[in-house]
C-alpha cells in the first residue's frame, strides 16, 4: 500500500524556521522524482519545489527560492522541505507528493496527508 505520512509544521513567527518531512512507504521511493505543493487559505494549489530521485537536482518556485530547501534521504524513504525566514504568506496546508510534476491530487495515495503551517506573530 503506498502511503506518505507527514509531519512537522506547526506555528512559527515570521523569520522562524521549520522542516517538514514526508515518509514514504509501499513503493521504491528512491524510483520517484518527488514534489511539495501547498494551498493557502481560500486559495488553489501552489506547487512548492521538486526533486529528482536521486536528490541532484531540485527546483522552487520563485517565491520562496533562497529560503527552503528541499532534500530527500533515499536510504530513509524520506523527502524534507527545510523552510527558513518564512513569511506570513507561507501560511498554508502543505502537501507532499509522489512526482515532480505530482501525480494524483489530495487524498490520493500518491500524496501525504496535508500539515499546517501558520506564520504568524
Known amino acids: 500500500e503506498v502511503q506518505l505520512v507527514q509531519s512537522g509544521g506547526g506555528l512559527v513567527q515570521p523569520g522562524g524556521s521549520l522542516r517538514l518531512s514526508c515518509a514514504a512507504s509501499?513503493?521504491?521511493?528512491?524510483?520517484?522524482?518527488m514534489s511539495w505543493v501547498r494551498q493557502a487559505p481560500g486559495k488553489g494549489l501552489a506547487w512548492v519545489s521538486g526533486?529528482?530521485?536521486?536528490?541532484?537536482?531540485?527546483q522552487y518556485t520563485d517565491s520562496v527560492k533562497g529560503r527552503f530547501t528541499i532534500s530527500r534521504d533515499n536510504a530513509k524513504n524520506t523527502l524534507y522541505l527545510q523552510m527558513n525566514s518564512l513569511k506570513t504568506e507561507d501560511t498554508a496546508v502543505y502537501y507532499c507528493?509522489?512526482?515532480?510534476?505530482?501525480?494524483?491530487?489530495?487524498?490520493?495515495?500518491?500524496w501525504g496527508q496535508g500539515t499546517q503551517v501558520t506564520v504568524s506573530s
Open positions: 509501499g513503493f521504491t521511493f528512491s524510483a520517484y522524482a
Open positions: 526533486i529528482n530521485s536521486s536528490g541532484g537536482t531540485s
Open positions: 507528493a509522489t512526482g515532480w510534476p505530482p501525480i494524483g491530487t489530495i487524498g490520493s495515495p500518491d
